[in-house]
């Protein structure tokens, strides 16, 4: 099945930094998403975004479809940022549903 | 709030047992997909149904059941519980079935067998 790596597995920042994350995955795919889990559990959507470059806030993605890569931006960090950061892909051959990356857990301090 | 609705939110129960987690799609969305996310395997596909009919099954347990009903809700049974079934299961959600979409989580139902 499909591969999907995401790095770093472990990042700190103080509040303030800027980051990125990033997703590789091993195979051709029509839907990528990036979500945040946060303290409590809760997945979030951040952005649907199986290629170009998208942006909301302080947060900005972008897909290279034909280089099998994603990264996630994040400016101007804030300790609710904290987390786990969920890459996750769609193989057009597996219909719709999503297979997750591993995350990058994701402690900012004040 | 993504309008993906899951009940309970969190269940403790004894192994052995047997308990459903029900799951209410957003208004509109004809697909359901159940996931699992444990400490040691992360977030595994369990199972999807799109408007009533199972449309691709991951890694489920026999020990386990899932079905869409006429209204769209989906109900996740797991039966003849063990310690390790203790995880978070999500039930997302999408408009379509067998292309790709954006999916809609739900905040999770937390599974804690005794």
């Known amino acids: 099945g499909i591969q999907v790596e995401q790095s770093p597995p472990d990042l700190i920042l103080q509040e303030g930094a800027n980051s990125t994350l990033r997703c590789n995955f091993s195979?051709?795919?029509?839907?990528l998403q990036w979500f945040h889990q946060n303290p409590w559990g809760q997945l979030i959507n951040l952005f649907y975004i199986p290629s170009g470059t998208k942006q909301n806030g302080r947060l900005s993605a972008t897909t290279v479809a034909t280089e099998r890569y994603s990264l996630l931006y994040i400016s101007s960090s804030q300790t609710t940022d904290s987390g786990v950061y969920f890459c996750a892909v769609c193989l057009g051959t597996s219909g719709s549903r999503l297979t997750f990356g591993e995350g990058t857990q994701l402690t900012v301090n004040p | 709030d993504s309008g993906v609705t899951q009940t309970p939110k969190h269940l403790i129960t004894a192994t052995g047992q047997r308990v459903t987690l029900r799951c209410s799609p957003r208004s509109g969305d004809l697909s359901v997909y159940w996931y699992q996310q444990s400490l040691d395997q992360g977030l595994q596909f369990l199972i999807q149904y799109y408007n009533g009919e199972e449309r691709a099954k991951g890694n489920i347990l026999e020990r386990f059941s899932a079905q869409q009903f006429p209204d769209l809700h989906s109900e996740l049974n797991l039966s003849s519980l063990e310690l390790g079934d203790s995880a978070l299961y999500f039930c997302?959600?999408?408009?379509?079935?067998?292309?790709?979409?954006?999916?809609?989580f739900g905040e999770g139902s937390r599974l804690t067998v005794l």
């Open positions: 997302a959600s999408s408009p379509i079935g067998g292309q790709s979409g954006e999916l809609f």
């Open positions: 195979d051709s795919v029509n839907n």
